[in-house]
């Protein structure tokens, strides 16, 4: 029976680069289902639509086919054909799949994407809501967060090391309006779902960070 581990929790507390490790660690298939709110964010933007333009965007999905693919054991994403991993990597990019996210008609739109996927094989999927909607069954469930400040520092870093320009005061800003809009969106919105184990991260380093997630899912997994 494939099984599923949900990582949820707001952006920068580690989860993709954990899952990743998890991941393999297990030989299951990882998920990163924030790439496919970007890759809505990106189409719409790309086609000239506001990501706020609620009404819009949700015409606009009759147009656009999101896949994801595996391509070398990594993921990839796909808009009509065309990979847009690398694209989807952008602050500009983080905004609108926010933005999008918050639409009832994107939210559906994805639902049976990520289900389908976990559906036929076990997943470490990470996101927002994969614990309390996706995926309410999976067998192991965190919630994964960290201070804003170690948060945006982590992401800082990624940002500089791909040459980005945005400043830390910026990647904070940025990361504090995120978590807010995704945290009070009427549809699904970022939460710890009652049976998920909340892990803090700030202050860790990764090794330390990924003992204790292997912790708890060792303990779940068993139970
Ligand atoms: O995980 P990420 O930063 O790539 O996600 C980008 C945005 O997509 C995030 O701000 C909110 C949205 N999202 C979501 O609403 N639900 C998910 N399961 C994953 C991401």
């Not at 507390?13 to 990163?32: C, H, N, P, Q, R």
């Not at 990839?76 to 905004?95: K, L």
């Not at 804003?148 to 992401?155: D, H, I, Y």
């Amino acid at each position: 029976m494939p099984y599923a581990i949900a990582i949820d929790g707001p952006a920068g507390a580690g989860k993709s680069t954990i899952a990743k490790i998890l991941a393999k660690e297990l030989s299951l298939i990882y998920v990163d289902t924030g790439a496919l709110y970007r890759a809505v964010g990106y189409y719409v933007t790309t086609q000239g639509i506001s990501p706020e333009d609620e009404a819009a965007v949700a015409a606009s999905l009759e147009d656009v086919r999101v896949d994801l693919k595996y391509v070398n054991g990594e993921q990839r994403v796909f808009v009509n054909g065309e990979d847009v991993s690398g694209e989807i990597r952008t602050p500009a990019m983080s905004m609108a799949a926010s933005r999008v996210s918050a639409i009832p008609a994107v939210r559906t739109f994805l639902l049976h994407t990520q289900r389908d996927i976990a559906a036929n094989q076990s997943v470490v999927m990470d996101g927002r809501d994969i614990g309390t909607t996706i995926l309410p069954d999976a067998k192991v469930k965190i919630f994964l967060t960290a201070s804003p400040e170690s948060r945006a520092t982590r992401r800082f870093a990624e940002l500089q090391e791909k040459g980005d320009p945005a400043t830390y005061d910026e990647v904070l800003a940025d990361m504090i309006k995120r978590d807010y809009d995704d945290s009070h969106r009427e549809i699904s919105p970022l939460r710890q779902a009652e049976d998920a184990v909340l892990v803090d991260t700030s202050g860790d380093t990764l090794e330390q960070s990924v003992a204790r997630i292997k912790a708890v899912v060792a303990q779940q997994l068993e139970g």
